[in-house]
């Protein structure tokens, strides 16, 4: 075997305009990576360039994705090139699979500077499907504007980047391997761990295992069943709950991860969660939930498929956070919502006195309030759910969170949410996607409803359907100006606030990897009528927006492409 040290070298490369970070990170199709001389490469090499080479020789980063279609494949490439610019200590999980909550955990425990998640979220995966880059920084969390925006700036005149060629990792055993570089004094190391232990461990110190043992699988315990949708968390869910808490083999399904999800969106809604949702149905199960590709989301069903609103479920989680052991030892120090989040949260965090901050879409805006000791509970209405032991959304986090609930209260799902709106009153939510519109259209629209929204003679206009009517109390495109840093950012979709509350909301997604996706969020507050189907209550609203944003002759669409 040769044992001469391994070579680096620099290969020069021609740069890309389309490579911006978007809501979470760049995501592409596959294709695009595939077919675009060093299009990966660039890429990488404009985060490795991004961080001070002070702050880079030597250091220890954190390497891991979902396992969709490429994941490995890029890793390879990533190791190389972290070699060739000067990280002193890689750490990997198994296979290179990792949840996205369970990368943030490890990127905290080892110090890390920071970390890449290769990770479409709930995009669908393979050849054909969708393929992204995250950057995480020091604290675990995705990576602030300034930085996407440092690494775009280099992507758009990188020349060259470096790599050593020669450097062949084994991501298939576990333990530690050592390469000797060219002119490097000390050998580069990169570290294979298992995927679960460190998160496993960072939960058992958050819940009480004991309890939640018993009471999913002591006597009387309850049924549950998780869909992994063939997502990174299916390993996750079988060593937590099917080994560790004693839940029965058919609690889990679809928890071997596949590089294409089994052709579905992994995505844990009432639309793509097929499987679970019709097991959930004839009332076998009295909770169920569901997760997306990489793990930071979740859905929660109660018995019949009894359906929590995302905004729910964090009120819900907020307005009972002492049933979780580490919140009765850290205490409460704020709640926070994304936006287009229903204000359902507000009202907990104004009965308990607890202070509520309003970010926009993207989880990355948790983590400076987190990191400022500010922040203990977020959510969005994106199925997205977290607590501050880390710095992403944490989908499985979520369900414990949820059955550490239901194992105080002792009631079913369903009876905890009609409690809460008995005592809170109740947000009715929806969000309509119309995915793959042009894009021009639906920037057209969004431009020619803010130039409305911005006429005085908008604010006090009234809309009236049927015998409702709504009168326009605020119009404005959000911004938010960070309590931590001051950072201001703008441009973070269009609201329009009505007299009793109701809020319209439009935005463009952040997370498409072509075309364009309009998203209509619906938010209406009842105290009384409590019980009554979501699509129903808010129909008065949903026409209100159609009509205002004549979204669907601008698309030629007849309706939205999802509802959730
Ligand atoms: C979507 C969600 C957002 C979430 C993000 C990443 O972003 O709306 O809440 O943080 O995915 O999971 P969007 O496509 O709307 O920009
Ligand atoms: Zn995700």
Redesign the pocket.
């Given at each position: 075997m040769d044992n001469s040290p391994l070579q680096v070298v620099t290969v020069p490369t021609a740069p890309y305009p389309d490579q911006r970070p978007?809501?979470?990170g760049l995501r592409k199709k596959v294709y695009v990576f595939q077919s675009r001389r060093n299009y990966l490469h660039n890429f990488i090499q404009s985060i490795f360039s991004s961080i001070d080479l002070r702050d880079r020789q030597g250091s220890t980063m954190v390497v891991g994705g979902d396992g969709r279609f490429f994941n490995q494949a890029a890793i390879e490439v990533i190791v190389q090139m972290a070699a060739a610019n000067g990280v002193g200590r890689l750490v990997i999980g198994h296979h290179g699979i990792m949840s996205t909550p369970a990368i943030s955990c490890v990127i905290r425990k080892y110090k890390a500077i920071g970390g890449i998640i290769l990770t479409a979220?709930h995009n669908p995966g393979g050849p054909d499907g969708d393929f992204g880059i995250v950057f995480d920084t020091a604290n675990g969390g995705p990576a602030k504007e300034a930085v996407t925006n440092k690494i775009f700036q280099i992507s758009r005149t990188i020349e060259k980047f470096a790599l050593c060629p020669g450097l062949r990792v084994d991501l298939t055993t576990v333990g530690r391997q050592m390469f000797d570089l060219e002119n490097k004094f000390k050998p580069f190391t990169v570290e294979i761990v298992d995927s679960v232990e460190s998160y496993a461990n960072l939960l058992r110190n958050i819940f009480d295992f004991a309890a939640l043992k018993e009471f999913l699988s002591g006597k009387n315990h309850i049924r549950i069943r998780l869909d992994a949708m063939h997502g990174v968390v299916g390993p996750y869910v079988k060593r937590i709950f099917c080994e560790e808490l004693g839940c029965p083999a058919n609690s889990a399904i679809n928890c071997v991860p596949l590089e294409d999800f089994g052709g579905q969106h992994p995505d844990p809604n009432l639309i793509h969660a097929v499987d679970l949702v019709d097991s959930m149905r004839d009332g076998q199960y009295d909770f169920g939930a569901a997760f997306d590709g990489d793990g930071?989301?979740n859905m929660i069903l109660g018995k019949h498929g009894f359906f929590v609103s995302p905004s729910d479920s964090v009120a819900v989680i907020a307005a009972n956070i002492f049933c979780i052991p580490y919140f009765q030892q850290t205490g409460v120090r704020g709640f926070a919502r994304?936006m287009p989040t229903s204000t359902a949260l507000d009202r907990v965090a104004k009965a308990t006195k607890i202070e509520l901050y309003e970010t926009p879409?993207?989880?990355k805006f948790f983590g400076n309030l987190m990191d400022a000791g500010l922040l203990s509970l977020c959510g969005?209405e994106?199925f997205?759910t977290g607590g501050d032991h880390i710095r992403e959304k944490d989908g499985l986090w979520a369900v414990l969170a949820w059955l550490s609930i239901l194992a105080a209260r002792r009631q079913s799902v369903e009876d905890v949410l009609r409690e809460h709106w008995l005592k809170y009153g109740r947000n009715y939510f929806t969000r309509f996607d119309y995915e793959d519109v042009e894009i021009d259209a639906a920037c057209e629209m969004m431009e020619d409803l803010e130039i409305m929204m911005a006429d005085k003679a908008f604010v006090k206009q009234r809309f009236a359907v049927g015998d409702k009517i709504y009168q326009v109390d605020k119009a404005d495109n959000f911004e938010y100006a960070d309590p931590v840093d001051g950072t201001i950012t703008r441009n973070q979709g269009l609201r329009i606030i009505f007299s009793d509350g109701s809020r319209i909301i439009y935005?463009l997604?952040?997370?498409?990897s072509e075309g364009a996706?309009v998203?209509i969020y619906l938010d209406s507050y009842e105290r009384e009528d409590i019980f009554q189907d979501t699509q129903v209550m808010l129909a008065p609203l949903a026409t209100i927006a159609l009509k205002i944003s004549q979204l669907h002759q601008r698309t030629d669409r007849s309706g939205p492409s999802v509802i959730t």
């Open positions: 978007g809501t979470s979220s930071d989301r994304s879409t993207g989880t969005e994106s997205g935005r997604s952040g997370t498409r996706t998203r």
